[in-house]
């Protein structure tokens, strides 16, 4: 009934009183069955106002009734009942009201009681619409117990209505009929709301000298909403509280940042495309930050003090000042003295890890890593001007750049990014692994990748085991993952992923490569220990029961072989359970894990290919076209392609491809 309330309070304008009631009743509800009965009239046709709350009481002990005000109301003219009548349906009152008033509108009139006297607003009629009458006024006043109204000021102003407030009668105090208010402040003190009951007959509404006053004897001094108030008023609809004051929140200081002025994200790399030859050029890439003497590497902003806030009631509220922020830096750098600034010491490869930047010097080989060069192993950032031949290394605690190709490497690793300009055809050997970045490659063919980040490739993964920490994206215009194993925590993004023939793929998501390889290689040790204990468990039983039928004696040596076995049983026993624990501790570690990763396949994904999203399986057995597919607790869900974060972010970052753009 609170819907019917707020429908009718908004037709206030548009509706006269014939009667009204007071009821005792348990509910709302319960009152205006009662008064419908009483007036012989439908619901919908009634008003009321609840005078006072009831209460339940404990156990029926103490309970108190609803008092509630019922009023028989009825429209002006037909219309205005089928205005009221779709409002009851849900219609949006603004909608409708627009509607009507487009052409024609009613004209209205409000009487309102105030401590100043009794005041009459008639707003006049619009085009076709009804004119109010003086019979209308009347009957209002008379509705309302209203009998010292001057007459003569009543029909001058329904004759020619100003649409402005005139005063027609002298309040006379009426206590018991007076409107009521009483003000709920929040428990944080930062907000402070009025709840109206309207007046009765004659009774008084509030004015804005109440409020304020009324406002302040409870305390609340700071954030009076004083247009907001008056405005509330003016309307008188008390079908909804008023927020009448609010407190200012405190304000926190801004933390300190540090500005870097070389590039530390390598997210922003762009692999571009020849638009002749429609192959990709690494010679742009850029994907070395290099720094000269001198030149400033970051820049630290200084923490913001904090501003203080203010309750309604005046209570101060502490702001905290932004915390500060010490730029970290390593060798080949100089801070200056206010540690506010870092430039570079050297000339070098800028390299940032675990938040803190450095200066490394770079080695630069012209030709092949082979035997006139023999393996390479750099503190700093290494870039290889050929390729890295069949079982040579190259190891760099910076960054790695092979322009060339790199072949059956015994290793290619580095702590920071590795770039392959050519791609890598490992034929089964190499292996190339970042222990802190990612890797950037043409294609991979028959190798062992590894990256603590992401694997980026611009053609193709064939036959290769990859494991990246973050996303694997392989999205060129001939992209395609096919064989292998595919291990990624967040994401595996390709064109196209198995074969025709139905290629065995296995692709893992939602899961770091390296717990789940821990996992791989905690059950095959955990295999490993069960067949070793299975036979030590019989040579134990063998010997025990040569010992028994001999009368409890073997030979020494038997008898030192048994003490040995036991002694081995035992410890393979306590290894066994040490595993079984590190195991449970890895599933829970699992089953805690945030509900993520994907796998999409912009054009196309294959049956034979093998899905594992943490620790559930899908076997693809029909292809699938332009698909995401992610988990949801223990479903599969199906969706629309999505290309990879990296391409959303940098448009046309991926080779071969025209643009970067979702699907209508």
């Not at 990296?646 to 643009?659: N, T």
Request: hydrophobic share 35%.
């Amino acid at each position: 009934m609170g819907t019917l309330k707020n429908i009718l309070a908004s037709l206030q304008d548009e509706i006269s009183y014939e009667d009204e009631i007071e009821v005792y009743a348990d509910s709302v509800k319960q009152a205006l069955e009662l008064a419908s009965k009483e007036f012989r009239t439908d619901i919908s046709k009634l008003d009321y106002e609840v005078i006072q709350k009831g209460t339940s009481g404990f156990f029926g002990i103490g309970r108190q009734p609803y008092r509630v005000l019922v009023r028989k109301v009825t429209t002006q003219e037909s219309d205005d009942v089928t205005l009221l009548e779709k409002k009851l349906q849900g219609v949006p009152v603004e909608d409708l009201v627009l509607e009507k008033r487009e052409k024609d509108a009613d004209g209205s009139f409000v009487i309102r009681v105030l401590r100043s006297g009794i005041w009459l607003t008639v707003n006049p009629a619009k085009g076709r619409g009804r004119e109010v009458s003086f019979n209308d006024v009347t009957s209002r006043l008379y509705a309302m117990q209203i009998n010292n109204a001057d007459i003569k000021k009543v029909e001058k102003e329904v004759r020619k209505p100003s649409g402005k407030p005139v005063k027609i009668g002298d309040w006379i105090p009426r206590p018991e009929w007076d409107g009521t208010m009483s003000i709920e402040i929040t428990d944080d003190e930062m907000k402070a709301y009025i709840h109206f009951v309207a007046p009765r007959y004659a009774g008084r509404h509030m004015d804005f000298e109440d409020v304020v006053s009324a406002l302040r004897a409870n305390g609340v001094v700071v954030g009076i909403k004083e247009e907001e108030i008056k405005q509330y008023l003016e309307k008188m609809d008390y079908t909804k509280p008023l927020l009448a004051a609010e407190g200012d929140p405190p304000r926190h200081g801004k933390d300190a940042y540090i500005d870097y002025k070389v590039r530390i994200d390598k997210s922003t790399i762009k692999f571009e495309e020849d638009k002749e030859t429609k192959r990709v050029d690494f010679k742009d890439l850029d994907l070395l930050e290099n720094v000269v003497v001198g030149q400033i590497l970051a820049v630290k902003v200084p923490p913001e003090e904090g501003i203080p806030g203010r309750t309604v009631t005046n209570r101060v509220l502490p702001a905290r000042s932004g915390k500060d922020v010490q730029i970290r830096h390593g060798k080949g750098t100089i801070l200056s003295e206010d540690g506010m600034v870092l430039t570079a010491e050297i000339n070098g490869q800028v390299v940032y890890q675990n938040g803190k930047i450095s200066v490394e010097p770079v080695l630069y080989i012209k030709g092949d890593v082979n035997l006139e060069q023999g393996n390479v192993i750099f503190l700093g950032s290494v870039i290889v001007g050929g390729n890295v031949q069949d079982g040579f290394k190259v190891k760099a605690a910076g960054n790695i750049e092979i322009k060339g190709v790199v072949q059956k490497a015994d290793v290619v690793e580095a702590e920071g990014d590795i770039i392959i300009r050519g791609g890598i055809v490992g034929r089964g050997e190499a292996r190339i692994e970042s222990t802190g970045g990612s890797i950037y490659t043409k294609f991979i063919q028959d190798a062992y990748v590894v990256a603590e980040k992401d694997v980026i490739v611009a053609e193709g993964i064939l036959h290769s085991f990859v494991d990246a920490g973050g996303k694997v994206l392989c999205n060129g215009k001939r992209a395609k993952i096919v064989g292998g194993r595919i291990r990624a925590g967040e994401e595996v993004n390709a064109r196209f992923i198995g074969a025709d023939a139905s290629t065995k793929t296995e692709i893992r998501v939602g899961i770091n490569p390296k717990v789940h390889q821990q996992m791989v290689e905690m059950d095959q040790l955990k295999r490993q220990i069960d067949e070793e204990l299975e036979k030590i468990k019989k040579d134990v039983t063998t010997l025990t029961i040569q010992k028994n039928n001999a009368g409890g004696k073997l030979p020494p040596d038997r008898e030192e072989l048994l003490v040995k076995l036991k002694a081995q049983q035992q410890k393979l026993v306590t290894r066994q359970t040490e595993i079984a624990m590190e195991l449970d501790e890895l599933k829970a570690y699992l089953s805690l894990l945030e509900q993520k990763g994907k796998i999409c396949a912009e054009k196309t994904l294959f049956p034979g290919v093998e899905i594992y999203i943490k620790d559930k399986k899908y076997d693809v057995k029909d292809p699938y076209n332009y698909i995401r597919i992610t988990l949801e607790g223990d479903n599969w869900k199906f969706g629309e392609y999505e290309p990879p974060t990296l391409l959303d972010e940098q448009a046309r970052i991926m080779p071969g491809r025209r643009s970067i753009s979702r699907r209508r």
